[in-house]
C-alpha cells in the first residue's frame, strides 16, 4: 500500500485546511503536494506563485526544511457554489488564509488556488 492510500482525502473543502497543518508538521510534502489539483496555483511569500505540483512541491520541500511548527486557525464559514468552494482560516497573528477548492469527480475536494497568508 502506498503512503497516498493511507492519506486522509478531504471529503468536505474546509477538511483541506485541517490537513495541511498536520502535514506541514509532519513535513510530508508529497501529502502537501496531494491537496492540490494538478495545476494549483500557490502564494509564495516573496509575492510569486508556484503553479503546479512540481513547483509546489518545491515550495513545501523549502518550507519544512527547518523543521518548523504550525498552529491551526480558526477556520471560518465555507461558501460553497456548485462545485467550487472558498475556503478560509484566521490565523493566530490575526493574518488570513483565503483558499478556492473544487470538488473532483471522485467526490473529495482539491485546492486550485491558495493564498495563505493575507494580513488581517
Not at 27 to 54: H, S
Amino acid at each position: 500500500m502506498s503512503s497516498d492510500d493511507v492519506r486522509k482525502r478531504a471529503e468536505q473543502p474546509q477538511d483541506l485546511s485541517r490537513f495541511v497543518v498536520e502535514r506541514l508538521n509532519a513535513g510530508d510534502v508529497e501529502g502537501l503536494v496531494a491537496l492540490y489539483e494538478p495545476d494549483a496555483v500557490l502564494a509564495l511569500p516573496d509575492g510569486t506563485v508556484a503553479t503546479g505540483r512540481a513547483e509546489i512541491r518545491r515550495a513545501y520541500e523549502r518550507l519544512v526544511a527547518d523543521g518548523p511548527t504550525f498552529e491551526p486557525g480558526q477556520q471560518q464559514p465555507t461558501l460553497r457554489s456548485g462545485d467550487l468552494a472558498l475556503t478560509s482560516v484566521r490565523l493566530a497573528d490575526g493574518g488570513v488564509t483565503v483558499e478556492v477548492a473544487r470538488l473532483q469527480p471522485d467526490g473529495t475536494w482539491l485546492w486550485v488556488i491558495d493564498q495563505p497568508r493575507l494580513p488581517g
